[in-house]
């Protein structure tokens, strides 16, 4: 899913200021549009348009009528109704939002992450989860000028557009693994302003953000604003509403809104102050004909600023960078509002504010298969037998505190496969335990599961069924399963061998024992990973 865009008709400028001409022009309403929402926005001003992109509030009694109840795939909203604009009035709480993935509010938004001694200490740089401020350009403001030469000291306005306002784009490669060199904050720069000789400004350079494959980007409400909430009603996700404004055919996109300036205003005026020419009939003709263009733009920003409900999923390379917000249009030159009454247009217009916005992004590892285990098994010992990864190893407990991927050449004439290391799954991480739902992600994109179950344990099968419930059926949806049973160098291990191969038998899935540290069975080991991780 890479665009971004909802699937409606283009809205094109249906007025326009003609350069060629210098003067003010209409051009025919296009016919073929017919789109309700459009059509509500056609006669819309900025004053219909409320200004903030989300309220946030505490729950109450009130909002308990679950009549309005309706969901986007996983995502539970109420739909209040519809406002003049034929936007939707739309409510969910804070949980429903995040589908119940707490760690996001409680790793990012409370300033809290269970894994923030863990890079201390491995001196790591692996970061998967990011909050991010991004601020498009504000447009350039347009120039007022006037043509001069040797014989005449003042001509026919030429006072050039501003520039526009630099775009925030997203690119997704393959050549990273992690967020950590992600920064806080983006910001692109503004158009330059105008200038005489019918020159327009410079518009300002957008910015790229690049990120590893695998990251999914949502917006979210200001942090700042959301923290306090969250204290309030002590990280109660379930009691703090969000009312957002909702577009698309399924109200699949949130809608964003500028606070710029409202249809025709945004005046500069040269020489005299604004007062001055609102007391003139022929500015205020001319600014008529101006709101009209005005509510075009804005039109065509609310048609542009909007976002996916579901967030972006960057599960494969992009081609091309996706634009994520866009900057603000240039305002327009003096030399558009030449006219037969108006000879020396003394004023210009300004540039359009871009738009400042909050992004989550989450980084889910893409690998060929997940390393899933009980703390101590063996995985991060059995990574370093089977490739060159260097996970850190020990003899107690949580010693790998971050996932790692190994890649495992087989032959020259085979493609590698990739194997991601994660920390060790107790019972409960489902629910937010241990390193819980911090690390149980990256398995979600693996395309196999390898269990690495230790046969020190007193009960190897009860370790496997732990870690099959805490993984979950949706995890393990549709991928291939191989037991790795790990520490197989004793004789006395052999009985609770073949117990647990009885047991993986029976559910069709393939086991191999190994002896890590002594490199023992590891080319089996390595064969039987390769067919698993074949899709």
């Known amino acids: 899913m890479l665009s971004i865009r909802h699937a409606y008709a283009p809205l094109s400028f249906r007025r326009c200021f003609s350069k060629t001409s ?29 200004e903030p992109d989300c309220i946030i509030s505490k729950v109450n009694e009130s909002d308990n009528d679950e009549s309005k109840v309706q969901y986007l795939d996983n995502i539970k909203y109420k739909l209040l109704g519809v406002d003049k604009n034929g936007l939707s009035d739309i409510q969910m709480t804070l949980q429903d939002y995040f589908m119940g993935n707490e760690h996001h509010t409680h790793n990012v938004f409370h300033g809290f992450s269970k894994y923030k001694q863990a890079r201390k200490s491995e001196q790591r740089t692996f970061i998967d989860l990011k909050l991010i401020r991004v601020k498009s350009g504000k447009g350039g403001n347009g120039s007022a000028s006037f043509f001069r030469d040797a ?57 790229i953000i690049e990120v590893p494959v695998g990251t999914t980007v949502r917006w979210v ?26 577009t698309g055919l399924k109200n699949d996109y949130i809608q964003f809104f500028r606070e710029s300036f409202k249809a025709g205003e945004g005046w500069i005026f040269k020489e005299k102050e604004e007062d001055y020419f609102l007391e003139r009939k022929f500015f205020n003709d001319l600014n008529e004909k101006v709101k009209e263009y005005d509510t075009e733009i804005i039109n065509e920003e609310l048609y542009e600023d909007n976002f996916p409900m579901m967030g972006i999923d960057f599960d494969k390379p992009t081609s091309k960078p996706v634009l994520l917000i866009k900057g603000g249009k240039g305002g327009m030159g003096n030399m558009h509002f030449l006219t037969k009454d108006i000879r020396n247009p003394k004023f210009c217009k300004m540039g359009r504010t871009g738009l ?33 990864a260097r996970p850190r190893v020990g003899h107690w407990e949580f010693t790998t505190l971050q996932p790692t991927i190994g890649t495992i050449f087989t032959s020259i004439d085979k493609d590698p496969f990739t194997v991601a290391d994660i920390p060790g799954i107790i019972k409960g991480a489902s ?35 732990t870690l099959i419930n805490e993984v979950g059926p949706k995890r393990m949806s549709n991928k291939k399963v191989l037991i790795v049973a790990t520490k197989a160098d004793l004789e006395q291990k052999i009985d609770k061998y073949n117990d647990l191969r009885k047991f993986t038998e029976n559910r069709a899935w393939k086991i191999v024992p190994v002896c890590a540290i002594r490199g023992e069975n590891i080319e089996k080991c390595i064969k039987m990973m390769s067919e698993t991780a074949q899709k």
Not at 22 to 49: A, H, M, P, Y
Not at 156 to 169: A, L
Not at 224 to 233: G, H, N, P
């Open 22 to 50: 210098r003067c003010f022009n209409k051009v025919n309403l296009e016919s073929n549009i017919n789109d309700q929402w459009l059509n509500d926005l056609e006669g819309s001003t900025e004053e219909d348009i409320p």
């Open 151 to 207: 014989f005449r000291p003042m001509g026919p306005p030429d006072g050039g557009d501003g520039g526009y306002g630099g775009n925030i784009y997203v690119n997704a490669v393959n050549n990273i693994t992690s967020l950590h060199k992600v920064k806080r904050s983006y910001e692109a720069r503004d158009g330059t302003q105008g200038m005489g000789k019918q020159l327009d400004g410079k518009n300002g350079e957008d910015v």
């Open 221 to 246: 409400p200001d942090p700042l604003e959301l923290r306090k909430y969250l204290q309030a009603t002590q990280q109660n996700l379930d009691q703090i509403n969000l009312n957002i404004k909702g």
């Open 356 to 388: 400042t916005k909050f992004f989550l992004l989450e980084l889910k590892l893409i690998a060929d298969l997940g390393l899933v285990g009980l703390p101590n098994a063996g995985k991060s010992t059995l990574l370093r037998a089977i490739s060159k």
């Open 431 to 465: 629910e937010n335990k241990g390193m819980g739902l911090d690390f149980l992600r990256h398995v979600e994109r693996s395309g196999g599961l390898v269990f690495v179950i230790s046969l020190e344990s007193k009960n190897p099968i009860e370790d496997l069924l």
